[in-house]
C-alpha cells in the first residue's frame, strides 16, 4: 500500500516562499503520478501540480510561474517549491497518488497524506 508523508508547512508573509516536500513508500511500480492538492476552509480539494514518473508535469493557472514541482528518485520524495505566494494560497496542502499519465483530476488520486498547513499572512 502506497504511504505518503507530507511536511515543510508553515506561516509566511505574502510575497514570502515555502518548500513542501512528501516521502512517498509502498510503490510496486515504476510508473505512477504524484501531486500536489490543496483545501482550504469551506472549500473543495483542488489540484495545484502534479509530476508523473516519467517527469510530465501540470499546474493549475492559478499557480502557473510562482510554484515549482519536482520529484526525487532517489529519494522518494515529491516537493513543491511555492514562491510569491499570495494570501489567497492559504490551504490544507495534500499529496497524493495517481497512475500515468499526469493529471490534476481528483478522483484520479487513490492515496492521499495528511495534510500540512500553509498560512499566507498580508
Known amino acids: 500500500q502506497v504511504h505518503l508523508l507530507e511536511s515543510g508547512g508553515g506561516s509566511v508573509q505574502s510575497g514570502g516562499s515555502l518548500r513542501l516536500s512528501c516521502v512517498a513508500s509502498?510503490?510496486?511500480?515504476?510508473?505512477?503520478?504524484l501531486g500536489w492538492f490543496r483545501q482550504a476552509p469551506g472549500k473543495g480539494r483542488e489540484g495545484v501540480a502534479a509530476?508523473?514518473?516519467?517527469?510530465?508535469?501540470l499546474y493549475a493557472p492559478s499557480v502557473q510561474s510562482r510554484f515549482t514541482i519536482s520529484l526525487d528518485h532517489a529519494r522518494n520524495t515529491l516537493y513543491l517549491q511555492m514562491d510569491k505566494l499570495k494570501v489567497e494560497d492559504t490551504a490544507m496542502y495534500y499529496c497524493g497518488s495517481s497512475n500515468p499519465p499526469v493529471t490534476l483530476r481528483y478522483p484520479d488520486y487513490g492515496y492521499w497524506g495528511q495534510g500540512t498547513q500553509v498560512t499566507v499572512s498580508s
Open positions: 509530476i508523473s514518473s516519467d517527469g510530465g508535469a
Open positions: 509502498g510503490y510496486t511500480t515504476d510508473f505512477y503520478t
